[in-house]
């Protein structure tokens, strides 16, 4: 996976919840160590290239490919689609959201067993593969 795939912004936890988070962690930790003593796991390596095979292999429709750089082109031209849009962003998608959009339509129906992408698995990813040139 692409480390430019997607931009997602985190805002710091509460000391509170830091705390929580540290002790879940370590009980996790503390699970995991004995569960390893005992049983031993392994994701071979062809089990990750099988899976990209049929992320590879997923379809895409012409109609989904002019979604996908409607989209993009969205980011670049906000003007030409809304006033207001054009108010909110400085910059446009780069050719590496596009790509990192169309890798997410693909993987997300592969996930789900689907051989085909739709333009409602699309949208969800299209804010984060997009983000990082448009905040």
């Not at 390893?36 to 012409?62: C, K, T, Y």
Request: hydrophobic share 40%.
């Amino acid at each position: 996976m692409d480390r430019f795939l997607m931009k997602v912004l985190l805002d710091y936890p509460a000391p509170a919840d830091e705390g929580q988070v540290l002790q879940l962690l370590r009980q996790e930790e503390q699970r995991a160590a004995a569960k390893a003593a005992s049983d031993s796991f392994s994701l071979g390596q062809e089990v990750i290239f099988q899976a990209r095979r049929e992320v590879a292999a997923i379809h895409v429709a012409p109609a989904i490919d002019s979604y996908l750089i409607a989209l993009v082109n969205a980011t670049r031209h906000p003007a030409d689609y809304d006033a207001d849009l054009a108010r909110w962003l400085q910059l446009g998608a780069s050719p590496r959201g596009g790509i990192g959009l169309d890798r997410c339509a693909r993987a997300m129906p592969g996930c789900k067993a689907r051989t085909s992408s739709r333009p409602t698995t699309c949208a969800p990813c299209s804010t984060r593969c997009c983000a990082i040139a448009c905040n």
